[in-house]
Protein backbone atom coordinates (compact mmCIF):
# COMPACT_ATOMS: atom_id res chain seq x y z
CA UNK A 1 0.00 0.00 0.00
CA UNK A 2 1.13 3.53 -0.96
CA UNK A 3 1.36 6.37 1.68
CA UNK A 4 0.71 9.78 1.04
CA UNK A 5 4.18 11.42 0.69
CA UNK A 6 2.70 15.09 1.87
CA UNK A 7 1.24 13.66 5.21
CA UNK A 8 4.27 11.10 5.35
CA UNK A 9 7.00 13.71 5.52
CA UNK A 10 4.62 16.02 7.52
CA UNK A 11 4.03 13.67 10.38
CA UNK A 12 7.77 12.61 10.50
CA UNK A 13 8.68 16.70 10.36
CA UNK A 14 6.64 17.03 13.22
CA UNK A 15 8.26 13.87 15.15
CA UNK A 16 11.51 16.00 14.38
CA UNK A 17 9.67 19.18 15.67
CA UNK A 18 8.37 17.45 19.49
CA UNK A 19 12.24 16.27 19.54
CA UNK A 20 13.76 19.57 19.39
CA UNK A 21 10.77 20.70 21.54
CA UNK A 22 11.58 18.52 24.28
CA UNK A 23 15.61 19.49 23.83
CA UNK A 24 15.02 22.62 24.10
CA UNK A 25 12.51 23.07 26.90
CA UNK A 26 14.52 20.31 28.96
CA UNK A 27 18.03 21.19 28.24
CA UNK A 28 18.11 25.03 27.22
CA UNK A 29 15.15 26.17 29.59
CA UNK A 30 13.66 28.13 26.39
CA UNK A 31 9.90 27.94 26.32
CA UNK A 32 8.84 30.84 24.97
CA UNK A 33 10.08 30.70 20.77
CA UNK A 34 9.66 27.09 21.32
CA UNK A 35 6.78 26.79 22.39
CA UNK A 36 5.99 28.85 18.61
CA UNK A 37 7.50 26.37 17.18
CA UNK A 38 6.18 23.61 18.36
CA UNK A 39 2.79 24.63 17.76
CA UNK A 40 3.66 25.94 14.12
CA UNK A 41 5.61 23.03 13.11
CA UNK A 42 3.34 20.49 14.29
CA UNK A 43 -0.13 22.42 12.90
CA UNK A 44 1.61 21.41 9.69
CA UNK A 45 0.80 18.08 9.22
CA UNK A 46 -2.70 18.15 11.30
CA UNK A 47 -3.72 20.60 8.32
CA UNK A 48 -2.14 18.78 5.98
CA UNK A 49 -4.37 15.47 7.64
CA UNK A 50 -7.56 17.88 7.66
CA UNK A 51 -6.81 18.96 3.85
CA UNK A 52 -6.58 15.10 2.84
CA UNK A 53 -10.46 14.87 4.49
CA UNK A 54 -11.92 17.84 3.28
CA UNK A 55 -15.39 17.97 2.03
CA UNK A 56 -14.61 19.59 -0.96
CA UNK A 57 -12.14 21.23 -3.35
CA UNK A 58 -12.25 24.85 -2.13
CA UNK A 59 -11.86 22.89 1.58
CA UNK A 60 -8.81 20.90 0.65
CA UNK A 61 -7.53 23.89 -0.73
CA UNK A 62 -7.87 26.26 2.39
CA UNK A 63 -6.62 23.78 4.67
CA UNK A 64 -3.52 23.38 2.38
CA UNK A 65 -3.08 26.71 2.32
CA UNK A 66 -2.72 27.14 6.36
CA UNK A 67 -0.31 24.37 6.33
CA UNK A 68 1.91 26.21 3.66
CA UNK A 69 1.35 29.23 5.79
CA UNK A 70 2.03 27.25 9.26
CA UNK A 71 5.52 25.96 7.54
CA UNK A 72 6.28 29.43 6.30
CA UNK A 73 6.09 30.03 10.02
CA UNK A 74 8.12 27.17 11.67
CA UNK A 75 10.81 28.61 9.38
CA UNK A 76 10.80 31.83 10.75
CA UNK A 77 11.16 30.24 14.38
CA UNK A 78 13.70 27.83 13.42
CA UNK A 79 15.90 31.10 11.79
CA UNK A 80 15.43 32.87 14.93
CA UNK A 81 16.22 30.15 17.29
CA UNK A 82 19.58 29.60 14.94
CA UNK A 83 19.94 33.43 15.60
CA UNK A 84 19.77 33.35 18.91
CA UNK A 85 21.95 30.52 19.21
CA UNK A 86 19.27 27.81 20.53
CA UNK A 87 19.81 25.65 17.65
CA UNK A 88 23.45 25.06 16.47
CA UNK A 89 23.50 26.12 12.49
CA UNK A 90 23.67 22.24 11.74
CA UNK A 91 20.40 21.20 13.21
CA UNK A 92 18.69 24.33 11.74
CA UNK A 93 19.86 23.43 8.52
CA UNK A 94 18.44 20.49 8.78
CA UNK A 95 15.18 21.38 9.74
CA UNK A 96 15.13 23.91 6.96
CA UNK A 97 15.69 21.59 4.30
CA UNK A 98 13.16 18.87 5.59
CA UNK A 99 10.72 22.19 5.77
CA UNK A 100 11.71 23.23 2.38
CA UNK A 101 10.89 20.08 0.52
CA UNK A 102 7.14 19.75 2.29
CA UNK A 103 6.72 23.78 1.13
CA UNK A 104 7.76 22.49 -2.62
CA UNK A 105 5.38 19.88 -2.18
CA UNK A 106 2.36 21.92 -0.49
CA UNK A 107 2.72 23.86 -3.36
CA UNK A 108 3.19 21.69 -6.47
CA UNK A 109 -0.06 20.17 -5.11
CA UNK A 110 -1.98 23.44 -4.71
CA UNK A 111 -0.89 24.76 -8.53
CA UNK A 112 -2.04 20.93 -9.82
CA UNK A 113 -4.97 20.91 -8.03
CA UNK A 114 -6.13 24.63 -8.86
CA UNK A 115 -5.66 23.81 -12.68
CA UNK A 116 -7.14 20.97 -12.65
CA UNK A 117 -10.46 22.96 -11.69
Do not use: C, H, P
Request: hydrophobic fraction near 40%; avoid cysteine.
Amino acid sequence: MKGNVLLDKSFDFSVRIVNVYKVLAAEKREYVLSKQLLRSGTSIGANAEEAVGGQSRADFLSKLSIAYKEARETKYWIRLLERTEYLSTKEAQSLLADLDELLRIIGKIQITTRSNS
